[in-house]
């Protein structure tokens, strides 16, 4: 290819990946499929690799990032930004009602909007492209963040429809909270803290150097308000419908996260029905905005100091109630992580008994100066575990005692120890502590790791009980004769259990490295070395430099790979993993044959034979190359049933050879 069909080709899969990428994003309505997409994408990041001087600072594959930003530049924002002035109660609204009606002629017309409770962005486009993130800070200035924002799918790169040539977009950068738990989950999974709410961790993730890492957490973002643009629409209100239309996602009227309405009333209805209902959204709130829709009436309100006269924010009260701590108890993770427990007298809070909250660590409880009996407030954030957020003082018994924090393992009495720079504190007894023990092996036998079936924490915990078990290469060693014996165990729930056992042999490298447990070693870092060192050998082989050679394997992670494989103990594991059988190398899949190099195909409906996916792996496996959309240079459409009849018509037009699924196995036995 030239460098001019280079550009043409650029141009058309940029314009492509856009339209895709926002039918997915903010339309929710997707036409191609994630593997189509992503083949499209994986056809640019090459013509860039290619092509460098084609590689545009807006291009659709700064989605998955790779941008570093080493230092984050200060920017002067050209529109200050202010803050809302806040209310706590319907009557603070009702005055503020009164206040602006005796400031501005006419009738007012209001909008009211959730208040996301996110991190403030303000987003320059010039010409239709996005120029420039820049963070809140203190409101005058605030910090670059382009790079990272370009990560967020929902914001577009490029806009479309009638724009204006340089205008600021603002709005609030949030952690979704499903993405969140994700992340949260991976933590756990790997031993690493979990973040304690979707606010902070939003803020910063925002500032991490590497925006491939921020592309993987998934952040969010909803627009509230456009600067700069003059004739767009006379209201806040319309001139939120229009930025739909150069494609932005705005918040949707049919969900009711926006309203407009003329009345002290419709007002009241809004914050009344999301006091109820805030729980079930998908993302924090943690209010509501109250804003003058008319441009011409927000003028005339001004601003003072801080806030314009034309906004208000309602903040929701976090639920608080007060009662009394009984006992703290410590829990050991599976990494031998003690959290401490709160257990508390029975409270109704958010519409569910409370009787327990974390406290996260000991510095949690020397912050809170926690006594036992204490009357504690307990609130519910965002987080689904309540937390103590004070302690009544003045309640307290002059004999009260003090929660210190433990020194020894509540489970085998080892002394603890806590890291440098970690607030958690460890039972460093791996292999000897029960609940340790118990966890790595749930881990191994769990959903992402090696999932066996007919294993669950229960059985595993009487296997442990009457000491069949005590490490996973134990497992190997059951017999049914052995399972059988256990209470409750039917013949046939023995056998399920043995050949579950069995069958997690078959499991690839990746699961049962995964399945080891290493601390920080997540699902997504044990394919990333699976791939890298191909067998557990070379793994352990591995120097420090060899490991942080690889893709996003820092510091901390080598280290403790290393830590791992010191170990006599692990040692053993693995060899006795090993002599059972299992997969403990990459089972390179063959190229078959380089039969269909040069050749480029579109696969489209539904097959017998194989998946869609497959028949799309036999492609590449044969060195041809699988295309999204059909065009002239399109060397084979492979239609299955249920072939859309538009594409059908498109191949025949452009004269583009189609095979039916036998036609395409007979080119392959060719
Ligand atoms: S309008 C002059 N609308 O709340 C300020 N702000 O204290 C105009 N926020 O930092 C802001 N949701 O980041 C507006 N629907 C919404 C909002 C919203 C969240 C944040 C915003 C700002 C803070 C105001």
């Not at 949030?174 to 933590?187: A, G, I, M, T, V």
């Not at 401490?340 to 100066?369: C, F, Y």
């Not at 002394?415 to 007894?429: D, F, K, S, T």
């Not at 590449?620 to 009849?645: L, W």
Request: glycine letters at 8%; aromatic letters at 8%; proline letters at 3%.
């Amino acid at each position: 290819m030239n460098q001019s069909e280079a550009i043409e080709e650029v141009k058309r899969l940029t314009k492509e990946l856009n339209h895709h990428n926002h039918l997915y994003y903010v339309e929710s309505n997707p036409e191609i499929s994630d593997y189509d997409f992503d083949m499209l994408l994986k056809r640019l990041q090459e013509l860039e690799e290619q092509f460098p001087e084609l590689a545009d600072d807006n291009s659709p594959t700064k989605r998955v990032g790779g941008d570093i930003t080493k230092k984050f530049e200060s920017v002067v924002h050209k529109y200050p930004m202010l803050s809302l002035s806040n209310s706590y109660s319907k009557d603070e609204i009702e005055e503020w009602f009164v206040r602006i009606k005796k400031l501005v002629d006419g009738d007012l017309e209001y909008v009211c909007e959730l208040k996301y409770d996110g991190v403030a962005i303000g987003i320059q486009y010039v010409n239709g492209q996005l120029k420039q993130a820049v963070t809140r800070g203190d409101g005058t200035q605030g910090e670059n963040v382009t790079n990272n924002v370009k990560t967020i799918r929902t914001i577009p790169l490029s806009l479309t429809g009638d724009y204006p040539e340089d205008f600021e977009i603002r709005g609030e950068i949030f952690f979704p909270l499903d993405n969140f738990e994700k992340l949260n989950e991976q933590r756990r999974e790997s031993g690493e803290q979990e973040f304690a709410n979707p606010r902070n961790t939003a803020s910063g993730t925002l500032k991490m150097q590497d925006s491939k890492v921020v592309a993987e957490r998934g952040l969010d973002c909803f627009l509230y308000g456009v600067y700069g643009v003059t004739g767009t629409a006379n209201g806040h209100f319309e001139t939120v419908q229009k930025v739909a239309d150069w494609g932005f996602k705005i918040p949707q009227q049919s969900k009711r996260y926006i309203e407009k309405t003329d009345s002290l009333e419709g007002v009241m209805n809004f914050i009344n029905f999301w006091n109820e209902e805030r729980s079930k959204l998908p993302f924090e709130i943690d209010g509501i905005v109250i804003k003058v829709n008319q441009y011409h009436q927000q003028e005339e309100l001004g601003f003072t100091a801080k806030s314009p006269r034309w906004a208000i924010a309602y903040k929701f009260k976090a639920e608080r109630v007060e009662t009394v701590l009984d006992t703290v108890t410590y829990q050991v993770g599976r990494t031998g992580a003690i959290t401490p427990v709160a257990n508390l007298q029975p409270v109704q809070l958010g519409g569910t008994t409370v009787k327990r909250a974390s406290l996260h660590n000991a510095d949690q409880i020397e912050k809170l100066d926690l006594h036992l009996s204490d009357q504690v407030f307990v609130e519910k954030g965002g987080e689904i575990i309540p937390k103590i957020v004070g302690v009544n003082t003045g309640a307290r018994l002059t004999t009260a005692q003090q929660v210190i924090f433990i020194e020894h393992c509540p489970e085998c009495s080892t002394e603890l120890i806590r890291r440098e720079g970690e607030a958690q504190h460890y039972c460093p007894n791996e292999t000897g502590c029960p609940p340790q023990m118990k966890g790595k092996i749930e881990h191994f036998i769990g959903r992402k790791a090696l999932d066996i079936d007919g294993l669950g924490a229960e059985t595993v915990d009487a296997l442990f009980e009457v000491g069949l078990i005590r490490n996973i290469a134990d497992l190997y060693e059951l017999t049914f004769d052995q399972v059988v014996e256990l209470e409750r165990m039917a013949d046939k729930s023995a056998n399920n259990l043995i050949s579950g056992i069995e069958a997690s042999k078959q499991k690839p490298f990746e699961k049962v490295l995964f399945g080891l447990g290493i601390r920080f070693v997540g699902e997504t870092v044990a394919k990333k070395l699976a791939k890298s060192f191909k067998s557990i050998d070379a793994l352990k082989a591995a120097s420090f430099d060899d490991l942080v050679a690889v893709d996003e394997i820092g510091d901390k992670i080598a280290m403790s790979i290393q830590a791992y494989f010191q170990e006599e103990e692990s040692q053993l594991l693995v060899d006795r993993l090993k002599s059972h059988g299992l997969i403990i190398e990459v089972e390179e899949k063959e190229s078959a044959s380089d039969k269909f190099a040069g050749l480029s195909f579109v696969v489209s409906g539904v097959f017998t034979a194989f998946s869609r996916n497959e028949l799309k792996e036999l492609i590449e496996t044969n060195g041809g190359k699988n295309v999204g959309s059909i065009s002239s240079k399109t060397s084979y459409v492979v239609a299955g049933d249920k072939m859309g009849p538009s594409k059908l018509k498109k191949a025949t037009d452009l004269g583009v050879k189609i095979l039916s699924e036998d036609e395409f196995i007979a080119l392959l036995n060719e």
